[in-house]
């Protein structure tokens, strides 16, 4: 009989990661729980073996970027709909975050999961590179594309 | 940047109410597998009482028979429904735990059929880059044409089956 998923470790190891990527594509707290539930239902469904910790949020990593992205294609994104008055208050009081978050959620999807990947995961580009499944002069040419938005976005040095 | 990610963290309400789904969702599924498989072994045994009943019931008459003969017991048309069904049920179980060790998604559903109905067949695994905004919604049959599943087609080149990571080539049938 296989072995049964603990999702409450997988979970608590990762839900932080998947919930910032899925909030960094789909602009909404409501959005991000959404579909870091709906990522690791999947799991739950479709139960497979890791070799690692760090394969496990590699593959949840890519199916929460997939599925965003899925979201972000349907019909029922289409309408515009503005961020409720108390998810604004909860990040007046830090101006210069504000503005960043602002500008990263502005960013193309295309450039999204490598720019998350990179600057808050900690990945280097070959990495990233392997769990996307792109070349990593992509990664490279993505991230760099990136900066440039966001320096034009924020009229400075991105950090 | 990194403080900008650092404060789209779940609020711990949110983190708490999705682990309760999941949790729910999980209990879900098993018990769903318990069930299989008590009818797998429940339904079975069921039967080999009732027929232990025949039995039983038969040897007062087979011995009061002179003619030495071996008994047969013969399942009646309940007997042999009930068979069907517990059959059924243990394929059903027995599915739920392959399915964890199932081969690849293109080894079960190597075919495609695109929107102008061409049939084409899933290659290995590519290293191009995939632009997935291009991707459009298909379905990958297996080779009998009776199972399905979701995937996504890119330009009539690539596929991806649905919760997949991995683009795979496409070739002509």
Request: glycine fraction near 4%.
């Amino acid at each position: 009989m296989a072995k049964t998923l603990n999702i409450e470790a997988v979970f608590r190891r990762n839900f932080d990661a998947v919930f910032r990527l899925c909030y960094s594509y789909l602009g909404s707290p409501a959005d991000a729980e959404d579909a870091a539930q709906t990522v690791f239902a999947k799991l739950i469904d479709k139960p497979r073996t890791f070799a690692d910790e760090g394969h496990e949020r590699a593959w949840l990593i890519v199916c929460a970027s997939n599925y965003c992205k899925d979201v972000l294609k349907s019909a029922q994104r289409k309408r515009v709909v503005p961020m409720p008055a108390y998810e604004q208050a909860a990040w007046s009081s830090v101006d210069e975050i504000d503005d960043t978050i602002d500008a990263v959620l502005r960013l193309p999807s295309k450039y999204k999961d490598c720019v998350y990947l990179h600057y808050y995961e900690g990945y280097k580009t070959a990495e990233i590179a392997t769990m996307l499944n792109v070349p990593a002069s992509t990664v490279r040419n993505r991230l760099r594309d990136a900066r440039a938005l966001l320096k034009q976005a924020l009229g400075g040095d991105v950090a | 940047m990194h403080a900008a990610y650092a404060a789209m963290g779940p609020s711990d309400e949110a983190t708490e109410r999705v682990l309760a789904n999941l949790r729910a969702r999980q209990s879900a599924g098993h018990a769903t597998r318990r069930n299989a498989n008590v009818l797998r072994f429940a339904v079975p045994l069921a039967i080999a009482a009732s027929v232990a009943g025949i039995v039983v019931a038969l040897r007062p008459a087979t011995q009061m028979q002179t003619v030495a003969k071996s008994t047969t017991v013969e399942f009646n048309e309940q007997d042999t429904k009930a068979i069907e069904v517990a059959d059924e049920a243990a394929e059903s179980a027995e599915s739920a735990v392959m399915a964890e060790e199932a081969p690849a998604l293109y080894e079960l559903y190597p075919y495609v059929e695109l929107s102008d109905g061409k049939r084409m067949t899933v290659g290995p695994k590519t290293t191009d880059e995939v632009d997935a905004s291009l991707a459009e919604d298909a379905v990958a049959t297996d080779q009998a044409h009776e199972r399905s599943v979701p995937c996504q087609v890119v330009q009539d080149r690539y596929l991806r089956y649905e919760g997949d990571v991995v683009w795979y080539e496409l070739k002509k049938s």
